[in-house]
């Protein structure tokens, strides 16, 4: 491509396809002239519509034309190149879509360079000339070619605004400035510019500012990320090696469980067949003793039957008791029991324990923050079903609703010794270890305590360090009447509004949001801690009047 620096009219030297000075020119039937190889190019693409046209003029050729070098045209471009003749660059040619035209080219106007915001014109490199070089145009406002010259006229005067009304906010002529803005506070386009420019100084800098917070932010996360897969690669294998040691383990315990069998079916078994070979060869002897006292009941001789009777009715002392005592055929039925019964508490045990572990797993969170549900459909979405421990529940307090309610009662409950179990007081704890992020509701009856409590908590005695809100392991929102306050550490918040008798209560652990609502038709914050959770939480009750009544709902 040739350089810059040239004279208008090279252009009439330039081939409109590759806009560079023609090379081997041909000329078609129509007059305009190309480089030999971009018109063949260009009619090899249409070889399939049989029809060829010049691309300036659009007049079609059939058949194809033969093309033939102009050694006319082709001597004047040598002349031109010994001259210094330089083709224009595409940027200063002709004009095409999407580009701004000059307004002063006739014919097939030229690509402009400049757009005048006095003249509110545009213009080519050769049109522009007199903007450069007249004294009056000197002074002229330059700007870089654009099509929105229109934008700085006005719409009601067609006059070029220059005025920016402070008043309205809005670029104004100088008849709108003395007939409707007239009254108004106005300044000069280019005063409102300065300041404005300050402005956009300070907002660039603050953008500037946010996006270098943001590349820090993006590298922190993507070290987050590159943290999270490690330790996610190394939580697989590790939990891959410990279930494997585990299922090698039961895989032990059943090749040691079938080996004893064996072995006591071998034992027993040889003991049998000792004891039934044994019996055999006394029923021969027997039978031998029996055929012999046939005989000898046929005997004539009386003298031979009494002397031989006495050695042969002598039966010798048998080895085994009249009878054999076998037991009924439950040989190994009782090992297929015990071994039923290590399965179920295995599974059961498992399926307690890998809901801790799946509940692990969710609660591992990227640092980015999840915003707070506002409405009860968004607390919904995080709803637990949560069940009451009767392992820790005190005895004066009754589980029903499959362990989703609770009631305290007159007479104490006949629940099994437990170290687990409120002993002091009339609280009970959830099964389930709460992380993440839980939402539930209580609806309560009576004095309650609605509360979530680290699982370690005291549970022997009535003191402080045992009941809910009154140590740092518990916060509580403790509900009489209409009214409640809320307590943590033995520190009291009294709560200035009156509270439903049902609760909702959202948990996000990772966060460190603890929030109670009251629930009615709307939903009303009572109370809500921000605070850095260090263990998993449990929900928790405490009935703190004569029958007074709590119960997990399902929130609809």
């Known amino acids: 491509m040739a350089q810059r620096g040239i004279q208008p009219d090279s252009a009439k030297f330039c081939c409109s396809i590759c806009l560079d000075l023609l090379k081997d020119p041909v000329t078609l039937p129509c007059g305009h002239s190309y480089c030999m190889s971009c018109i063949q190019d260009c009619w090899d693409g249409e070889e399939h519509r049989r029809i060829y046209s010049c691309p300036q003029c659009r007049q079609t050729f059939t058949p194809r034309p033969v093309l033939v070098k102009s050694t006319m045209l082709a001597e004047l471009l040598e002349e031109v190149k010994k001259m210094g003749l330089q083709v224009a660059p595409p940027d200063l040619c002709y004009a095409g879509p999407g580009d701004?035209?000059?307004?002063?080219?006739?014919?097939?106007?030229?690509?402009?360079?400049?757009?005048?915001?006095?003249?509110?014109?545009?213009?080519?490199?050769?049109?522009?000339?007199?903007?450069?070089?007249?004294?009056?145009?000197?002074?002229?406002?330059?700007?870089?070619?654009?099509?929105?010259?229109?934008?700085?006229?006005?719409s009601r005067h067609d006059e070029v605004m220059k005025i920016f009304c402070r008043t309205d906010q809005q670029c104004i002529c100088s008849l709108c400035a003395m007939d409707e803005h007239k009254v108004h506070r106005k300044v000069s386009a280019a005063a409102e510019r300065k300041e404005r420019q300050k402005e956009l100084g300070l907002s660039r800098r603050k953008i500037q500012q946010r996006i270098q917070d943001r590349k820090k932010d993006v590298k922190v996360l993507q070290q987050e990320v590159e943290a999270i897969s490690r330790s996610a690669d190394?939580?697989?294998?590790?939990?891959?090696?410990?279930?494997?040691?585990?299922?090698?383990?039961?895989?032990?315990?059943?090749?040691?469980?079938?080996?004893?069998?064996?072995?006591?079916?071998?034992?027993?078994?040889?003991?049998?067949?000792?004891?039934?070979?044994?019996?055999?060869?006394?029923?021969?002897?027997?039978?031998?003793?029996?055929?012999?006292?046939?005989?000898?009941?046929?005997?004539?001789?009386?003298?031979?039957?009494?002397?031989?009777?006495?050695?042969?009715?002598?039966?010798?002392?048998?080895?085994?008791?009249?009878?054999?005592?076998?037991?009924?055929?439950?040989?190994?039925?009782?090992?297929?029991?015990?071994?039923?019964?290590?399965?179920?508490?295995?599974?059961?045990?498992?399926?307690?324990?890998?809901?801790?572990?799946?509940?692990?797993?969710?609660?591992?969170?990227?640092?980015?923050?999840?915003?707070?549900?506002?409405?009860?459909?968004?607390?919904?979405?995080?709803?637990?079903?949560?069940?009451?421990?009767?392992?820790?529940?005190?005895?004066?307090?009754?589980?029903?609703?499959?362990?989703?309610?609770?009631?305290?009662?007159?007479?104490?409950?006949?629940?099994?010794?437990?170290?687990?179990?409120?002993?002091?007081?009339?609280?009970?704890?959830?099964?389930?270890?709460?992380?993440?992020?839980c939402y539930w509701e209580v609806e309560r009856k009576g004095i309650v305590d609605i509360a979530v409590s680290y699982q370690d908590i005291s549970r022997t005695g009535g003191g402080a360090e045992c009941a809910f809100g009154q140590n740092d392991k518990s916060w509580s929102l403790v509900c009489y009447d209409m009214n409640c306050y809320f307590r943590h550490n033995n520190i009291q918040t009294k709560i200035p509004l009156p509270v439903s008798s049902r609760v909702g209560v959202y948990l996000d652990h990772t966060a460190g949001i603890l929030s109670f609502y009251s629930v009615s038709e709307t939903m009303t914050l009572l109370h809500r801690v921000q605070t850095t959770f260090t263990q998993p939480l449990h929900a928790g009750l405490w009935l703190c009047s004569n029958g007074a009544t709590a119960e997990f709902c399902e929130p609809k």
């Not at 059961?348 to 923050?369: F, G, M, N």
Request: proline residues 4%; glycine residues 2%; negative net charge.
């Open 234 to 437: 190394k939580a697989v294998e590790d939990s891959e090696v410990i279930l494997t040691e585990l299922i090698s383990l039961i895989d032990k315990r059943r090749s040691d469980v079938k080996q004893q069998i064996r072995s006591q079916q071998e034992k027993e078994v040889s003991r049998a067949e000792e004891v039934q070979e044994k019996l055999k060869q006394e029923i021969a002897e027997l039978r031998r003793k029996d055929a012999e006292l046939e005989q000898l009941s046929h005997t004539q001789d009386h003298i031979h039957f009494l002397q031989s009777y006495p050695s042969l009715s002598c039966l010798s002392e048998s080895t085994h008791s009249p009878s054999i005592n076998i037991r009924p055929l439950s040989y190994f039925e009782d090992v297929t029991a015990a071994v039923s019964e290590q399965r179920d508490k295995l599974q059961e045990l498992l399926s307690e324990e890998w809901s801790k572990i799946s509940l692990t797993v969710t609660e591992v969170d990227v640092l980015l923050s999840h915003p707070e549900p506002k409405t009860r459909a968004e607390f919904l979405q995080y709803s637990w079903h949560i069940t009451l421990d009767p392992n820790t529940a005190n005895t004066w307090l009754s589980l029903s609703e499959g362990n989703r309610k609770v009631k305290a009662m007159t007479h104490q409950q006949s629940y099994p010794s437990h170290p687990d179990r409120f002993t002091g007081l009339y609280q009970v704890l959830s099964r389930e270890s709460l992380t993440g992020r």
């Open 100 to 154: 701004v035209a000059c307004d002063v080219c006739t014919g097939r106007k030229l690509k402009a360079l400049k757009s005048c915001l006095t003249c509110l014109a545009s213009y080519c490199e050769q049109h522009l000339q007199p903007h450069y070089h007249a004294a009056p145009l000197k002074k002229h406002k330059l700007v870089e070619a654009t099509v929105k010259l229109q934008e700085n006229i006005c």
